[in-house]
């Protein structure tokens, strides 16, 4: 069919209106894209960062902890030294003991001899 000179003007606004509204709903797509985009970027950058102190956390805990570790492994061996000591003075008291009770041994072997000499 021939379109009358009168009607193509008419048909190519229709299909210039037709082409702005499919480019306008396109844009609208476009953006509603690039938000989820922004929105989705925004929560990786978000979680990133909560990682990031989440890990900084951690090692400062850990840290903590070593220090912690290290300050009772100290108290420990301030307790063994404590411990060895007391058993060397332990030792030593036992043998002044074992001294003392051989002098009273040998006093009463010379109190027997002295009271039967007598």
Do not use: F, N, Y
């Not at 229709?14 to 925004?42: F, N």
Request: hydrophobic share 50%; glycine share 2%.
């Amino acid at each position: 069919m021939a379109s009358s000179p009168k009607s193509t003007p008419v048909v190519l606004a229709a299909k210039a209106e037709e082409a702005a509204i499919t480019a306008v709903e396109k844009a609208k797509e476009e953006s509603v894209a690039i938000d989820a985009v922004e929105k989705a970027e925004d929560a990786r950058k978000k979680a990133e960062e909560s990682a990031k102190a989440a890990v900084t956390k951690a090692q400062e805990a850990v840290i903590k902890a070593e220090s912690a570790a290290q300050s009772e492994v100290e108290k420990a061996d301030e307790a063994v030294k404590r411990a060895e000591e007391i058993a060397t003075e332990a030792k030593r008291a036992k043998g002044e003991a074992v001294a003392a009770v051989a002098k009273v041994k040998a006093a009463e072997v010379v109190a027997a001899g002295a009271r039967l000499k007598s």
